[in-house]
Nanobody, 123 residues
Framework: QVQLVESGGGLVQAGDSLRLSCAAS????????TGWFRQAPGKEREVVAA????????FYRGSLKGRVTISRVDANNTVFLQMNSLKPEDTAIYYC????????????????WGQGTQVTVSS
């Protein structure tokens, strides 16, 4: 199995940018699909973006496309989520997750989860 640790969250102002990191350890030789999810207070967790193990296929939540970019660096087993033009409604706990098979946007298809990193966007 793989362990995931998120970092990079914090308090920012509307319009700022932030880059989140998801570092993987353990069985990193497995071909995981890695996704980013977020959960705002009082709301259900929702998918943000995902990237295949090769990095050749990227998937984005439609409403966020253009403001977020997912990428990976295999040398250090890290997946990044670059978020630009942040809005107060982006405030949430951001989680990364990994799976070996399933749909990129189905939460329950992901077997491994990190603990999350808080992103707070002030207006």
């Amino acid at each position: 199995q793989v362990q995931l640790v998120e970092s990079g969250g914090g308090l920012v102002q509307a319009g700022d940018s932030l880059r989140l990191s998801c570092a993987a350890s353990g069985r990193t030789d497995t071909k995981y699909l890695t996704g980013w999810f977020r959960q705002a207070p009082g709301k259900e967790r929702e998918v943000v973006a995902a990237i295949t193990w090769s990095g050749r296929s990227l998937f984005y939540r439609g409403s966020l496309k253009g403001r977020v970019t997912i990428s990976r660096v295999d040398a250090n087993n890290t997946v990044f989520l670059q978020m630009n033009s942040l809005k107060p409604e982006d405030t949430a706990i951001y989680y990364c997750a990994a799976q070996t098979q399933g749909h990129w946007d189905i939460e329950h298809d992901y077997a491994y989860w990190g603990q999350g990193t808080q992103v707070t966007v002030s207006s």
